[in-house]
């Protein structure tokens, strides 16, 4: 499966909302709707949708009339802006189309422009592959022989197009490794990522899963049926706060209340060292019938208020560890980050 | 609305199975079908199936086609042996089918016992009616003039077919004191009695409330916009740990976490001094089909493995104080508890 692919004058992409009952594809020819895809959840995950929107300024570089370095620069700026803006919280989107725009600011004219933003998108793909087969063996390392592991959200391939993804690709390496992994899935309510994708991705993986009810997590871990969680990412703070899908707070704390390690798995690419603290990520508030009507099946009664907030943020003090590719972060992380990212900070890689 | 009413020669349950989409109603003429429609969750709720069971059994002494004392007694314990194996949890099914099978035992003949069936079983739901409107009074006294409730399940009049319901009651209350209440209603997965019922009867009532994912309270909590949680019971436990629907045990780990009080209101026909601590409880499994297809409609891939625990236990020293009709109880509760069943314990009040 390939969620986010660069066709030459089109990005392709996995439409994860009719998963599991359908595989199929949007043909995405402009910044418009690579951005559409993003915001309406038909390519999701902090990886993959900095992916997509990388691709999604490579596309504007490729079709923009413009006829000058400068023209080009500034639709491509325009690109970007748009496809930042379709969702908030993530910071690998800004990260990403960070990276392409600057490629193609460096280069001498717009022909070159064109050309490196395109290259500079492709090798950020490259980068968050390399990155999730990185901490899957980085993060293994830190799974028991045997292990009932439990997870929130999505955090496979689907999620990072790349890799087996970020905290699946550790549980799955695991796995591989012949430790005896048994996996708890969260649902993940509103938008089912876990019955819908966890389910659907770890079973193709032969990865041992039950799936539960996102209220379940309490009683199994009272029952000492779960060894560790482990989580994905959307933006980890300088100090190691962590946003990451709702629910993953109340999980971090439930965790710490029966002394069980919660693991983080992220990239750098998903670690903002602008954002000082949890309190400066802005949670992206999403539609209400997300929440009233799951799966467009409305079950509220019509009018019911609801609110849908898509994040939320673990203090650092709840992270066990997290999980990089340049390596296994433990507390205190503000110096454990600065070091991981390097002297010159993350843009500057 | 009323959830179970009895017809003499029938029991009329209110399919909560369709709400809110439609008001329909069962004609239950025997008890296999009161115990199917106990099983099948068309009634719901701990004091709800107790009143229905009671009913039950008050069936069968009217339809049997018993001669003697003996043979109707005889009838009545097969009657309440296939209601209290409907559902295993919430122990007011036990007990009112123990009330009416005790009343009917302690007539002279036959017809006097078909009578003192009946009579019983409607004094069993006259009496639940009573605990409610006394709980919600006891209740509301501990809810602050401004205040944030977050409820968990469905406590109303649909889960109690008694006054305004146990917790609910006492939001209710407060809502009608004149405070400011506004609910925070959990949707409660997997079968999401806090969109389809307390969305519903809150919304009826006129009470302020907002629908949210069950894993939205940390985010809540920790944002200081939860002031209080109340939820009901299935089973209090003599040392005071209580079974209640999946969820709540995090619900109280959180609670505990950021400060916040968190109230069980229930009727002391919820309370089981034969169950020692919240270890004797049973739980509940259910279909694995109701969390791999909300509604219905199915969303995890074909063959998915899930858990389905129907509730979970809350220790009692989560617990900030138990809501009955005799008086608010707080820790110790052991003795809390046998103080207000008196001393001669429950059965024999």
Chains 1, 2 share one sequence.
Not at 71 to 93: C, D, F, K, Q, Y
């Amino acid at each position: 499966v390939n969620p986010v692919a660069w066709e030459g004058e089109a990005v392709r992409i996995l439409d994860q909302r009719k998963l599991p009952v359908e595989e199929a594809y949007l043909e995405c020819r402009d910044v418009e709707s690579v951005a559409d895809a993003i915001r309406s959840l038909a390519v999701r995950g902090a990886p993959a949708i900095g992916i997509a929107a990388g691709f999604g300024v490579a596309l504007a570089a490729v079709r923009a009339p413009a006829r000058s370095r400068g023209e080009l620069l500034r639709e491509l700026r325009r690109a970007g802006r748009m496809l930042i803006a379709a969702r908030p919280t993530a910071v690998n989107l800004p990260w990403a189309v960070g990276r392409v725009v600057e490629a193609a600011s460096a280069a001498s004219d717009v022909d070159a422009a064109r050309e490196a933003a395109v290259a500079e998108a492709l090798a950020v793909a490259g980068r968050e592959d390399e990155a999730c087969l990185l901490m899957a063996e980085l993060g293994q390392a830190l799974v028991p022989e045997k292990a009932n592991v439990l997870t929130h959200c999505n955090t496979g391939r689907l999620a990072c197009a790349a890799g087996f993804g970020t905290a699946q690709g550790v549980m799955y390496a695991a796995h591989r490794a012949g430790k005896r992994v048994h996996v708890w899935v969260d649902e993940t309510r509103p938008v089912l990522q876990g019955s819908r994708l966890t389910a659907w991705e770890l079973q193709r993986l032969g990865v041992p899963m039950t799936l539960v009810a996102d209220s379940a997590a309490g009683l199994l871990m009272a029952g000492g049926r779960v060894d560790l969680v482990i989580v994905g990412a959307d933006r980890i703070a300088a100090n190691g706060d962590v946003a990451n899908k709702i629910g993953t707070y109340q999980l971090a704390v439930l965790a710490a209340h029966h002394g069980v390690p919660l693991y983080v798995t992220a990239p750098t690419s998903t670690i903002d060292p602008a954002t000082p603290t949890g309190r400066d990520i802005l949670i992206e508030e999403r539609a209400p019938e997300e929440v009233t009507a799951p799966g467009g099946v409305p079950f509220a009664p019509a009018g019911t208020p609801a609110l849908n907030p898509a994040f939320d943020v673990t203090p650092a003090a709840l992270v066990t560890a997290i999980i990089t590719e340049r390596g296994v972060v433990r507390p205190p992380y503000r110096s454990g980050l600065r070091r991981i990212l390097g002297h010159r900070g993350r843009r500057g890689e």
